[in-house]
Structure formats: C-alpha cells, structure tokens
C-alpha cells in the first residue's frame, strides 16, 4: 500500500462538540508542491442516527484509509446523534462537514470540485438527502448547488424512506422515535422522496450520479433502494446504478469494504468514482 498522510479529530463546526469532527487521509503523493489534487470520497457511517463512529472498529476505522488506497483523498465524518439531538441537527451537521471540506481540502491534497459522498444506513440517508434538498448545505454555508461539486454518491445499505421504517415490525419505532419525533408527518418530512417531491423535479440529487447498493440479506432497505430509483427515473435521471451484493448482509456489506481488497462492492464502488471523477 502506499504511503498515506493522515489527521484524525479535526474540528469542522465552529461550535466545538466531540463528535463535529471528521478524518482524512491522503496519499503521501498528493502532498507534494504541484501535485495534481486528487478526488475527494466522503464517507459517513450508519448506527441509526443514535450510535456509530468513524473509529469503530467493527464497521467504520479505516475507510478513509481505504479509499486513500484507491487514489481518493478519504475522508470519515462523524455528527451528533439521537438523542442528544434530533433531526435536522445529523443533517446539518454533516452539511457542515461538507462546507469545511470544500474551504480546506486542498490543504490535503483533495480537489475541491470533485466529490464523491459515501454513506451506509443512516449516512447515506444523510447525504442523500443533503442532495435532495438544497436547504440544508445553504444552512450550513455552501452557496454553490451541489451539483457543482459533488460528481457522485454511493448509497449502501440506506434508509430513504422514513415512513416506511417507523412502521416495520419490532424495531421501527425504537428507531425512528429517537432520531424524527413521534408523528407520520415527522417521518414524512425527512424521508428522501419527500425532499424530492418538494423540489419538483429541481433536486440537485436529479442531476447526480448515483449508485444504490444493497444487500441480499438486508431488511427491507432494498424496497428503499428500488422506490428510490424508480422514483428517480420518472424525474428524468439517467444516471442510477442499482446493485444488490450477493452473500451479504445490512453489516456485512460494510465490513467486508476495508477487510477484502477483492470485495463486490468496493469493486463497484470504485468503478462508480473512477467513472464520474474522470
């Protein structure tokens, strides 16, 4: 592997909390004077919107390591969780995140123009849903739309549909309660369709390539995933991958990305960025 500079911990909010903090990685070429600044992969981690962390050690330490091992300048954000907070706050955190890496990511050898957000579980309903509606990188101070910088995201295993969690079996409520409130119209609101729907068609997520992965065994997330992109194609988007990872399961899927250099869905991954950073 090649060598890779790395920084864990930074700060991205201007309000100071343990978790607004991300890490990156970058290949120890990109460092150099003149070096051409390279793709930047933005990954955010799952857990519900009420645990998880880019250091775990099970699912997430090391993503940014090993995108950076792919070419990519990595990046792993953390955010605040249910219930300490509730939504719009996760969201906006990682808008925040976003707005930092924008203004700072040269530092490190990334190209500012060129992203490329990664999310599993609850992270890819954050970061799609940052494409979905544009209020929310606004809030956070990103005055560009996000078309103008972000070249792809890559769902795995994502929650699009709030509603539709709430009301599964056993754990919906234990979920969605925490992290949206109580009420239908909560759910509705923070559901990825619905910021679709409300943009009518002008959503920045229309015009962005996209790769939904999932996995055989993998709740009813693949229903999310397939509304997702039958949704997305009666807007006009041409530019949906679907993929479901055989053997493999809601965790599994993402474990297997920094543990298996050969691994379906890092293979897929890569072909999806090498194809919309070129």
Known sequence: MARLG??????????????RRL???SPSSALLPGARRLPV??????GSWQRGDK??????????RAFAARGCVGVSVNYRLSPEVQHPEHALDVAAALHWLRS????????????????????????LLLLADPQFLRA???????????????GISGVYNIVR????????????????????????????????????????????????????DDFHF?????ELEKWLRAAGSSRVERKVIAKRNHFSILRELTENSADEAMQHISQFIQRVVA
């Open 140 to 154: 956070a101070g990103v005055e560009d739309d996000a078309s103008a910088f972000v070249r792809g995201a890559v």
């Open 104 to 127: 700072n990511i040269d530092k490190y050898g990334g190209d500012p123009e060129r992203f490329v957000l990664v999310g599993h579980s609850a992270g890819a309903h954050l970061l």
């Open 6 to 19: 790395r920084w864990n911990d930074i700060a991205y909010a201007a309000t100071r909390h343990a978790k």
């Open 23 to 25: 890490d990156i990685a």
């Open 165 to 216: 969690l709430a009301n599964a079996p056993f754990y919906g409520a234990l979920v969605a309660t925490p992290a949206f409130g109580e009420r239908a119209d909560q759910w509705r609101e923070a559901s990825v369709t619905s910021a679709l729907t409300k943009e009518r068609g002008k959503s920045p997520l229309t015009r962005t390539p996209l790769l939904l992965l999932t996995a055989e």
């Open 55 to 64: 250091s775990e050690s099970v699912l997430n330490r090391d993503i940014d």
């Open 222 to 226: 693949g229903e999310d995933a397939d």
């Open 41 to 46: 992969c933005v990954f955010v981690h799952g």
